[in-house]
Every structure is written in C-alpha cells, then in structure tokens.
C-alpha cells in the first residue's frame, strides 16, 4: 500500500504553524535568581536553627521564657504568620518583657546573623544553571539579609566559584541596596529590555513584587518559608508558579542570547 506523502503547501504550513507558536514564547535573555527557598531549602537547613538563635538572644534580652519555651513559641507563630515583625511581637506579648522594643531588636539581629554551616543547593539548581549558561542567558544572583551572613551561605553553597553565575548582589537590612536597586542595575548594565529578564523566587511582596513593578517576567518558587504567603494585589502575583527549581527550563519561555 502506497503512503502519500505530505505537500510542500502542508509542510510549509506545518512549519509556519510551528514558527508562530515559539514566537508567542516570550524570549528570556536574562535570569535573575533569588538565594533563600529559591536556589537551596533555606526552610529546612537554616530557618528552625535561627529561631533557636533568635530565642536565646529573646532571653539575653530579658524575655521571661525559658530556652525550650521561647523557641516553641516562635515556631509557632511562624506557622501563623512567617513575617518576622510578627513572630517577635507575639513571642513578646506572650511571654512578657521589661524592654519589648530590645527584645525585638536583639532577636531580628540574632536571626538573620545565625551562625551558617553546611548548607547544599536543591537537586535541580546546578543543572538549570548550566542549561541557562550554555543557552547563552545571562546569570544573576540577589539575596537579602545580613551581608556577611548572605555571602557566608553564597561560599558554603559554592556558588561563588560557580562559572555560570555572572555576579551576586546583595540587598542588606539597612536597604542600601534593594532587590528593585539590584534588578534596575543588572537591567542597566546588560542593557537587555525588561520583558526579556526573568525574575525567580519565592516571596510575592520582595522580588515577586519588584519584577513586575519594573516590567519583568516572573516565576515564583511556592515552597519553603514563604510558601503559605498570598499574593497581596496583581502585582505580586507571579507568570508562573512552580513547586520545583528543575520546572523553571520547561516554563513557555526561549531562553536563549539572541532575539
């Protein structure tokens, strides 16, 4: 039996067909990644551990609790509400103190400056990382927090003799640096437009929020500390939502150095 074979008009077409689906795919030129809950389970390796860190400078202070109770405490605000702010205020009220605002301040300063030890990226992080940098894409890192203890996590996870990664920047709790500071810079010095950058992270009201303020795409991690947190209004709702780092390079995007 004889198969006819397709004609050139169906074939063009096909091709045609094709070529119109992938320009509908927004080209990505650029990728930006947050560190924490994005690039390593910041959640599991470093989160609980500073609560505790947090807890026992609450006591320092002159929080009337004991270490077991403060900690406890905490956490379980933190499943109530992650943000900081109201972590201590309830942990505060709870347990009574003669100075809350020292307390606060001596708890903010001890969980962001928790002691960093061995810490490993998410299984996917590194393969994506390579897959972007041998398509030609442009990489980026920024994170917040303490800047000595941010770059302390940068070298436990090797990230700073990692090849794809083009620079890091930090955004520090004095806000010298934001992450819409960081993400206008990078845009700056590339010169690449903002709807061909991508934005990676976990938190809708930091670099969620930021992204889409500035016209960028934006992918948001919903996993780790952060992950029960709703987006406040559209501009902190993601393009995309995955559970996964490895998802990011499967998203309808063309990641790719040229246009």
Do not use: W
């Not at 004889?2 to 320009?23: E, L, Y």
């Not at 389970?41 to 470093?46: E, F, N, S, V």
């Not at 998802?247 to 995007?253: D, G, I, P």
Request: hydrophobic share 40%; net charge positive; proline share 4%.
């Amino acid at each position: 039996m004889m198969t006819r074979k397709p004609s050139n008009h169906s074939t063009k077409r096909k091709k045609s067909q094709r070529g119109r689906a992938a320009s509908k795919r927004p080209l990505i030129r650029c990728v930006i990644f947050d560190l924490d809950d994005t690039l390593y389970d910041c959640l599991g390796q470093r989160v609980r551990p500073a609560h505790r860190h947090a807890a026992e400078a609450m006591i320092a202070a002159g929080l009337k609790g004991s270490l077991d109770q403060v900690y406890r405490a905490r956490l379980r605000a933190f499943h109530a509400d992650p943000m900081l702010r109201h972590i201590d205020s309830e942990v505060i009220r709870h347990f009574g103190a003669a100075d809350p605002d020292a307390v606060s301040r001596a708890a903010h300063d001890a969980y962001f400056n928790c002691p960093v030890g061995k810490l490993t990226l998410f299984r996917g992080a590194l393969p994506l990382l390579h897959f972007l940098k041998k398509s030609g894409v442009r990489i980026f890192i920024t994170t917040f927090g303490d800047v000595d203890t941010q770059q302390a996590k940068v070298a436990a996870l090797g990230l700073t003799r990692e090849p794809a990664i083009e620079k890091i920047y930090y955004a520090d709790r004095a806000k010298r640096v934001t992450k819409e500071s960081a993400f206008r810079q990078i845009q700056a010095e590339t010169g690449i437009p903002a709807d061909q950058i991508l934005v990676v992270g976990d938190r809708p009201m930091s670099e969620i929020r930021a992204a889409k303020g500035l016209g960028m795409h934006a992918v948001r991690l919903r996993r780790g500390e952060f992950a029960s947190q709703r987006p406040a209004d559209a501009g902190e709702r993601a393009d995309h939502e995955i559970k996964n780092i490895s998802q990011v390079r499967r998203l309808s995007f063309t990641f790719s150095a040229t246009e």
